[in-house]
């Protein structure tokens, strides 16, 4: 079992120090502190421990440290930044663990991202040495790239011409679209084993900026300096304290998400309760309960129940997601986030909501809302039913039965592709999108079902057989094929920096993880570091 939590004074492999407005992540990986055996985690290497303490130093930063105002990401090894993601690490992993350490180590460079554009924290990678692959996917992740020119340091993605594979983080989409080098520059960088060094960098577009050795520090100090001295934010934050989690055989439960595993039609019901406290209605109250507030600890909680999924439950295939709560209660969370969403941990604690949707949605496994007596999708909680792939909606007279819009899913939590959930179902009918918003009372069965906010409205009689069957026809499918299907459908509409990541590059990698090319007996990565030379069929497919 991967654990997901950790924090800094557990860290292994950064080094998190916080110096007023600047913070400093310097990366010093320890070779021998590997989740798994049979590979050694040299030259700034990682595998996915090491990206779990990267995402939660981001996490920490936006809400314990809202006074950081610039992070400067660099390395404590003499001459190396980080060598990228462990070749001997993937090379011994299953197929399903190499996909999914790829998509994790994409949301946490997404996280940086999403910090810097939503919350104005600036990110510098100062590159003290070379950064090859993944090390350069998480410098091309930050704002501004610096790169030491001390003849040697170079900045390169190898996979193709190395491992036969994809830069897996982001690399290619990222040099086109956020830093916008020209596509035949782009194509001669990835295919350049070597790289580039400090003036060719530079003049590509691939860096900022390159410094000399006796000058790197200072420069990296003047311009950090520059970036926080008329950017001052005087707030506390609040600390994150390790989520209570208690795990049996066949269940995971914290405070408010409950697993309850059907292993046998791999099936888990996931229910997320609504809070049974009063809750919070200023800044001041909310900063007072700090993460113990609903929606910042119920969705932490979903987000770890997510990763635990993904990572250590491969075969389950559906996941039946139930709520449990008043929905009033919901609602009057709802407002106060959408009154306050100004303030700045109600900022992050929004940002923090729609990043474990994102999440949810990228998730490769099917994903069935039920909605029944005593359910809460409200607002927040809505947003689990419309962005579900199937959603069913319990149709009795004697069990009330409801679904509420609230303000927050005009825009608060928006999916990859940039739209609400609720414009990328309505694509078609975007008239339909404002007339739902503007229902000011509850949907019940038969109104949800004839504006389109669920799929099946089966009746008492029929309910409990009806899930059922779905679940077992879904679950006798490939799936290779449902993945597909759902990455597919999930996202119509624009496509985005994101989705070009997650939809074209996870699908690309997903296929050349498994080709001979790459892992058979004679391929790239698996003859990697061996005197034997990788052996390709070439015909092109």
């Known amino acids: 079992m991967i654990n997901f939590q950790t924090s800094p004074a ?10 007023g407005a600047v913070a400093t992540l310097s990366m010093d990986v320890q070779e021998d502190q590997t989740l798994a055996g049979g590979y050694k985690l040299k030259l700034n290497s990682y595998d996915l ?21 610039a992070v ?26 190499k996909v999914n350490f790829c998509k994790f180590t994409n949301e946490t460079r997404c996280s940086i991202e999403d910090d810097s554009r939503h919350s104005g924290r600036r990110y510098i990678a100062a ?29 390169s993605l190898p996979e193709v011409p190395l491992l036969g594979v994809l830069p897996g983080t982001g690399g290619l989409t990222r040099l086109v679209d956020k830093r916008k080098i020209r596509r035949d520059r782009a194509d001669v960088f990835s295919t350049l084993a070597e790289g580039l060094k400090g003036k060719r960098a530079k003049e590509w577009g691939l860096i900022d900026d390159s410094f000399p050795t006796s000058k790197f520090q200072d420069s990296i100090k003047a311009r950090v300096d520059e970036l926080v001295k008329n950017d001052k934010q005087h707030a506390s934050g609040i600390k994150l304290n390790p989520l209570q989690v208690t795990a049996g055989p066949d269940s995971r439960e914290y405070k408010y998400v409950k697993l309850e595993f059907e292993r046998d039609r791999r099936n888990v019901n996931l229910t997320i309760h609504g809070p049974s406290d009063e809750v919070p209605t200023t800044p001041a109250e909310i900063e007072k309960v700090g993460d113990s507030y609903w929606p910042l600890q119920a969705y932490r909680e979903l987000d770890d129940a997510l990763l635990h999924l993904r990572v250590n439950e491969p075969e389950i295939g559906v996941v039946s997601i139930r709520t449990q709560g008043d929905i009033e209660k919901i609602l009057q969370v709802d407002q106060t986030l959408t009154e306050h969403r100004n303030h700045w941990l109600v ?5 923090h909501m729609a990043r474990t949707l994102r999440r949810l949605d990228l998730t490769a496994k099917s994903l069935f809302a039920i909605i029944e ?9 809505l ?31 928006p999916m990859s592709n940039g739209l609400t959930r609720l414009q990328s179902r309505f694509l078609a009918e975007p008239a339909k999108v404002e007339t739902i918003l503007k229902h000011d009372s509850s949907f019940d069965t038969e109104e949800a079902e004839e504006v389109g906010l669920v799929t099946f409205a089966p009746d008492d009689l029929d309910w409990e057989d009806e899930i059922r069957v779905a679940i077992e026809e879904r679950t006798s499918l490939s799936p290779d094929a449902l993945t597909g299907m759902e990455a597919s459908l999930r996202f119509a509409g624009p496509e985005t920096m994101d989705t070009k990541i997650y939809g074209r590059l996870t699908a690309w990698q997903n296929w050349i993880f498994q080709r001979p090319n790459a892992v058979g007996e004679h391929g790239a990565l698996t003859n990697y570091g061996k005197p034997t030379q990788p052996q390709f069929d070439y015909k092109r497919t």
């Open 10 to 19: 557990n860290y292994k492999h950064w080094r998190l120090e916080i110096d």
């Open 49 to 69: 421990g090491v990206d779990i303490e990267l995402a939660d130093a981001v996490q920490r930063l936006r809400f314990e440290h809202p006074e950081v105002r």
């Open 72 to 97: 400067v990401i660099t390395s404590l090894k003499p001459r190396i930044f980080c060598a990228g993601a462990n070749i001997y690490m993937l090379g011994s992993s299953s197929h399903a663990f």
């Open 127 to 155: 590159l003290n040495g070379t950064a090859s692959g993944g090390g350069y996917e998480l410098a091309i992740a930050c704002d501004e790239i610096y790169l030491v020119d001390d003849g040697n340091s170079a900045v």
């Open 347 to 351: 900022r992050e604690i929004l940002l």
């Open 373 to 381: 007596g005593g359910s809460c999708f409200a607002g927040n909680l």
């Open 383 to 413: 947003e689990l039913v419309v962005g579900a792939d199937r959603s069913y909606m319990l149709s009795d007279p004697e069990t009330p039965v409801e679904l509420r819009v609230s303000q927050l899913n005009a825009g608060a939590f």
